[in-house]
Structure formats: structure tokens, C-alpha cells
């Protein structure tokens, strides 16, 4: 059945209501106010994403030079030493369209080496930016990456050498390429999350899980963002945490799309568990004060007790009502499972030892399984560590067929796949594209640790 988004919602919930502020945390457990007398602390403005500076002004080609630079960073309300491209942090906003050109020019003015890869946005392997397929760009030295960016959705860039300290330490921004034929949003508003520890005295050091994290949106802690109300608002969520876990309520939220984009009809879900490298893309219409929240979770044990935490909070001004967009997209269902498997990864280790393996290998010294080129890989993936792992393929995106046995209601398309404890995933795509392509935890101190493999596809 094909229907509107609206005939859609009427018939999911029986109403189209606009986002409310139910169960939304009160400000004392927000603000560092001090004793009642004193006036709470202002609430920071959301920093909106800049956009690179597109050095060519030919249609259908997005041209930028990324230097990357030790800079001083502003996190939270907190100038901190890290790392960024051109001085921005978050890095350049990178938005195309569908069928342009990306070409970036990395200058390396870091004292170390470094690379860029192109999470999600499906860079051909030379491009890839894995030290596997090329040394990294040397400090002075550039490099220049160039691909098509073929389907549209939210994804992301960050180096992939020295990846934990150098993700860490600020160097990340947000790919967003746009289809026309998606619904439209008044307001479009990339947010990209990242967890700091709260009494950490090292600023960089993400090192703290689950619950214990302190979230920024854009860089800001507990930022509001005006817009005028009846505002059909798009978010587009990135969790560019190197450990921590979002349990977004999405309660008054339509689900556009994870991952790889916009594949299937909107629906609707309580709650989206997006771990480290995860995106997501919401919509919804902003007529009252909205309070975007995490719930806690914990990359030992999932969904633990305690009250939501605010993230940030959509002000509408002005008076008005707005309305979702009509709008159809296929109701694609799941692959049939087709009963066997090619490749079986089992991942394992303890936080102990900061030993982690997949097939109890320790990258790089790791058997590459092969795959012949147009093929469907079938790809079993099997947690057997008491801790989750969101695990990321490099060159294709998976088709998820099921999670312990059960397959999604509408089908499924993700480079980064979160696997529970003692989970069990299986995984599909069809190998369209040659090369040696990275597997891995996006856990990134997991990955740091040998949790990582390379899956070739041959020409
Ligand atoms: Cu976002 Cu192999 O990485
Ligand atoms: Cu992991």
C-alpha cells in the first residue's frame, strides 16, 4: 500500500500531532546554577555546521582544501588543544548533491601523520583513506581525495590513522548529500554528538561509558536553537563519539532514515540507539518547545535505569502551526534470508587487557577472506564479549537480515550496525566494489586495539 505521510501517521498513531514536551527534564539538572538566588546560567545558542568554502564554481562539484592544524577548540564553554580542519570545529560542513563531485585537498599541518576517510559516502578504495591502501599524508605534505558521491543521506569524514587520538582530538565533519525528490524541511539541521568525560582532567580523553558522559551537540553542552514556530524541522543526527552510546527518544519523531539515507517509508519508534560512527535522520514539526533527549545506555549492558539527559532544545517563536510533508516512499521489505554464510566474524576481548579480536586475530595480522567481485556476501557477525560493538564495513553498506534470528520489519541499510552482548547479526551485500576493505569496531579505542579486519573483494 502506498499512502501520504500524513494518511500514514493518522493511521499509525490516530493523530498528527506536533512534538510535544512531555517528560522533559527540568533545568536544575542541567544547569551549574548555584543557590536559588543566583539566575541560571544562560543556555549556550546551537552552533550551526559551516560550510566549506567550494573552491570551484562549476555545478555538480564541491571543491575544498581541508587544513588540518593543531587549534584551540571550543568545547562546552571550554577552550581545549586539539585538532581541526581549517580551524573549525566541527570540521566543514560538506553538502552535495547526488552525482557530484567531492574533491578535498587534505594540507597536512599536523606534526604527525594522517588520512581522511569517508564514512558511509561509498569513496572508491583508492580514496578510502586507510593506511592499508596508502601511506598516510607525512606533516607538510598533501593529498588529494577525489570520488562521486552516489546516493544521498547523512554520513561523515575523519582521519583513519592514529584514529582514536586524532577522532578525539576534534578532526571530523558532516557529509550531507541531498536528493531533491526527499521530503522538504523548513529548517535542515545537521547535529553532531560527542561525549566527554565529566571529571576527566584530561579533556580529550572520551574515556568514560555509558551513562557517566557529558554529550555535546555541535560542540555546545545543552544548546538551544530559535525557529519559527510550525517549523518542519529535519534532524540529522551523527554519534562521533569514539565510546559512547545515544539512546534518543523519538518518541514525537518520524524516522526518515539511518545510516545510508532515506530507503523506505518514514515510521515511527520510542527510542534509537545510535553508537559511535551511527547516524540517523528524524523529522518533525516544531510547534511547541521541544527538548531533544538521550536516554542512559551502556555500552556493557544496553538500556540502564535513570531519567533521560536533555541534549538540546528546539524553541519555537512566534506563533504558527506547520504540518509533515505528504510524501511516498517504497515499503521495501528484508532480503528472504538465504540460509547460508559466507564469512563469519566472531569479536572478542575484555576491557581488561585492551585485547580485542575478531576470529581471535589482532589487526594487521589478520587472514583477508575473499570475495569475487558482483557477488552476494552473506556475513555473520557474533558478539561473544560482554560488550556491544557497533561494527562498520568500509566499501559496501550491509543489508541487516536479522539480529538473534529476527528480521527487521522493512529492510535495513547500515555501514555501522550496533551488535549487543552475545548478539548475533546477519549481514548482506553485494560486492560491487574491488578493493581490501576495512571491518571493524567503531569503538575506536577497540579498533586501535586489533579489532579490525580486511575483507577483500577481487577484481
Ligand atoms: Cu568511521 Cu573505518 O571508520
Ligand atoms: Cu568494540
Known sequence: MRCSLLLLLAACTGSTEALTTADTPDDSSVSESGPDTDPPAPRPALPLLVAATDEDPAEGVLEATFRAAPTTLQVGGEAIEGFAYNGQYPGPLLELDVGDTLTVHLDNALDTPTTIHWHGAGAP????????????????????????????????????????????????????????????????????????????????????????????????????????????????????????????????????????????????????????????????????????????????????????????????????????????????????????????????????????????????????????????????VRNLSPTHHPFHGHGHAYEVLSIDGVAPERRRIEDTLDVGIYQTVRLRFEATRAGDWMQHCHILPHADGGMMTVLRVLE
Open 125 to 380: 578504495y583508492e580514496m578510502d583513506g586507510v593506511p592499508w591502501q596508502r601511506t598516510p599524508t607525512a606533516p607538510g605534505e598533501q593529498f588529494t581525495y577525489t570520488f562521486p558521491v552516489e546516493r544521498s543521506g547523512t554520513f561523515w569524514y575523519h582521519p583513519h590513522f592514529d584514529t582514536a587520538r586524532q577522532v578525539d582530538l576534534g578532526l571530523y565533519g558532516m557529509i550531507v548529500v541531498n536528493d531533491p525528490s526527499e521530503p522538504a524541511a523548513d529548517v535542515d539541521l545537521g547535529l553532531i554528538f560527542d561525549s566527554w568525560g565529566e571529571s576527566n582532567d584530561d579533556p580529550h580523553d572520551h574515556g568514560l561509558e555509558g551513562s557517566e558522559l557529558l554529550w555535546t551537540v555541535n560542540g555546545a553542552l545543552d544548546p538551544v536553537h530559535e525557529l519559527p514556530a510550525g517549523s518542519v524541522v529535519r534532524l540529522r543526527l551523527l554519534n562521533a563519539s569514539n565510546t559512547g552510546y545515544l539512546a534518543i527518544d523519538t518518541t514525537d519523531l518520524l524516522v526518515l532514515g539511518t545510516d545510508q539515507g532515506v530507503r523506505t517509508q518514514p515510521w515511527q519508534t520510542d527510542r534509537m540507539v545510535l553508537g559511535p560512527g551511527d547516524r540517523a535522520e528524524l523529522m518533525g514539526v516544531v510547534d511547541d518547545v521541544f527538548h531533544l533527549q538521550t536516554h542512559p545506555y551502556s555500552l556493557h549492558g544496553g538500556a540502564t535505569w535513570g531519567d533521560p539527559t536533555r541534549l538540546l532544545t528546539l524553541q519555537p517563536t512566534g506563533s504558527g502551526t506547520g504540518t509533515l510533508p505528504s510524501w511516498t516512499a517504497p515499503e521495501l521489505l528484508p532480503t528472504e534470508e538465504p540460509g547460508r554464510t559466507d564469512i563469519t566474524y566472531t569479536l572478542q576481548g575484555n576491557s581488561e587487557g585492551g585485547d580485542w579480536r575478531i576470529n581471535l586475530e589482532v589487526f594487521p595480522e589478520v587472514t583477508i577472506a575473499e570475495v569475487a567481485l558482483g557477488g552476494d556476501v552473506i556475513v555473520e
